[in-house]
Structures are given as C-alpha cells and as structure tokens.
C-alpha cells in the first residue's frame, strides 16, 4: 500500500512509516507546498539508476597507456594501465558530481544530468568502477 502525507509535520509524525514503506519498495511521498517529494531506498534507486544510465565510457589504448573518456561529458582520464584509467575516471565522476551540485544543476548543458549524478553519489567507488566497465550485467 502506497504512503502518502500532504503535509512536512504529518510525515515528520509518521517518519517511521514513511521510511519502512521507502525501504519495502512501496510508493512513498510527502507533499510541501505545492510539491511533492518521492522517498526511495537508496540500494533501490541505485539499482534502477543503472539500469536506466548506461555508462558510454570509452576506453582507448594510447601513447603506451590508456585513456577513458565519456561522450557528451567534460570527462577524460588517463593512466599507464586499464586499471589507473578506470580509477581515474571514478575520481573525474566524483568531482563531476561535487560541481554539478555545486553549479552545473542549472547550467542548460548539464541539467540533464540529474540521474547520473545521482547513481554517482549513490555509488561507492567499487560500483562506480562496474558501472564504467559494464560489469555485472
């Protein structure tokens, strides 16, 4: 059953429930104004987001070492090996996301980029690393 609350104080009164139902998979959402705000389990919407933003990153051999880059983002990392590129580039993701948060959200170039963004926080660096390589599918 979906859990809904049209108000802050009702589901900061009910935050408990408002939080099982997130955790269960069940819709869960709180209206503020004339908005309202979706509550999902991180792991589920980590999962979904993968799902949904294919990592393009290409990785080139080059000069005696590798480069990685992703079309259609200010991207690219390199290093001596695959692994060094691949570690390169979750760090370049990182400080993507710090400056999408901090100034690009508005930025017509990079407002789409919410979701990426998003499975970027979401991710800890050894996801992030399969999510580059396309591993675990």
């Known amino acids: 059953m979906a859990v809904h609350y049209d108000s802050y104080t009702a589901a900061r009164a009910h935050l408990k429930d408002l939080l099982d139902a997130a955790e269960r998979g069940r819709v869960a959402t709180v209206r503020r104004d004339a908005h309202t705000t979706a509550v999902v389990d991180r792991e589920r919407l980590r999962y979904f987001l993968t799902s949904v933003c294919r990592s393009k990153a290409e990785v080139v051999a080059e000069a005696g070492g590798w480069s ?70």
């Open 68 to 137: 990685v880059f992703i079309p259609g983002l200010p991207l690219a990392a390199d290093g001596a090996t695959f692994d060094e590129a691949i570690n390169e580039m979750v760090d370049a993701l990182r400080e993507y996301a710090d400056d999408w948060q901090d100034h690009l959200l508005d930025a017509p170039n990079h407002a789409n980029n919410w979701g990426l963004v998003q499975l970027i926080v979401l991710s800890d660096d050894d996801q992030l690393r399969e999510w580059l390589i396309g591993a675990g599918r």
